[in-house]
């Protein structure tokens, strides 16, 4: 599979250089660091290139214009993006609401809540040719007259199984909701005076429909455009299924990731990070990805003009709670923040630094003039890194999952065919073992709760290896605004809460 990817991926060369030498040496690059698991690009890449299909993106918003034309002719697309593993993210809040007149018919409009649940079937149906599950992302403004509807539709906890859905909100409704003010929710259709609601009202009501059933969540709208690299194109209105690629309508991502628990050498007190060995894979990911924008064989016309005028990346990291594992490092700890703080600037710098070198190459990314690059800075990718969920990826390479802790220590895993295995974290199992306190019993024992807690091993062995939900909310919500800190997008994140955890 990584040779053919690799020789698939390698094939721009040959329109840089025209030199078949040069392709042969990058298609050797890209299969060295994917054959290590070093690095790898997501999993649309990883099943489709050098195949038929050719669609290597992950990630896609598509917009949604207030007619039956569009609405429909939109859900074809996603159909076909789900068909060939992309995810694809909407807004909403362009369409009339529920009960508003349609003046082709003379008839009441049925609202976006309705049309959302048409995406939701057909991708159902599609379910993205058996390779993985269809997935959606749907937004509505606050001010939209159905927000309470949209907010409330995944109440019975069986409608839109297949999208998260998020309101978005700016600083002005959150002001309001700090100041216990009313706000004005306003008709799409002419921009007309509805109503004013409560904003501590409608901010409680999301409150209780996220501990309740875990959507909606939130989208501050007006800090991703702050950070829009090409605002001269239009607004950001969506992000993809998992929130951490805001994206312009009919703009795709591909991602990729680095395989932080491969980033380290040995030394005589144990191991550090290879500053030099990371540069490099940064350098050759930030390569292979914009070569995947030449590749990709795109699923419509528009989102093949608009991802080759922007050239977005998402190069991002797998592994991070393996490093801090091998390191010493207790995830929840000051030491962690700056490990996070130090590898995710390193990673931050060198990718714009290789986006840069590639443009001196291969020119500046289309839209690079008016830009938040421009005059200044020469990119050949409008916004490079991004640090997504890796849930496919970090499988194939046996790492931990973007930037999360361990899931588990020790869990049982069913296969296809009725077995259950148990499996153990490789890193706990060389110290268990190493140490001393290793047995079966107490791998059985773990894999019941996934934790240490509970169990006599060495308290630092406990501190070391500490999962999900031995970390309070506020932790990983610390570490997260750290790696936010060097993503030009966003970052996918779980937060986990105790069964016990109360609405406020």
Known sequence: MFRRVASALSQPELDYSGQEYDRQIVEDMFFDVMSRLDFLPNSPTLMNAGRKLGQLSACFVLPIEDDLDSIFSRVKDAAMIHKSGGGTGFSFSRLRPAGDVVGSTGGVASGPVSFISAFDTATDVVKQGGTRRGANMAILDVTHPDITAFIKSKKDKKSLSNFNISVAVDSSFMEKVSKDEYFNLINPRNNSHVRTSHAQGIFKLITEMAWETGDPGLIFIDRINDDNPNPHLGRIESTNPCGEQPLQPYESCNLGSINLANMLKGTNDGCVVDWDKLAYTVSVGVHLLD????????????????????????????????????????YDSNDALTLTDWVLGFIHQEAHHASTALATKRGSYPAWEGSIYYPHTWMRNSAPTTIAPTGTISIIANASSGIEPLFALSYVRNVMDGTKLVEVNPYFEAVAKQEGFYS?????????????????VPQWVKNVFRTSHDITPEWHIRLQAMAQKHSDNSVSKTINFPASATVE
């Open 291 to 330: 070569n995947v924008v030449d590749c990709n064989q795109y699923p419509l016309p528009a989102i093949d003009e608009m991802s080759r005028k922007t050239r977005r990346i998402g190069l991002g990291v797998m592994g991070l709670a393996d490093m801090m594992v091998q390191l010493g490092v207790q």
């Open 440 to 456: 079966p019993e107490l791998m059985a024992k773990v894999a019941e709760t996934g934790t240490l807690a509970g169990t006599d």
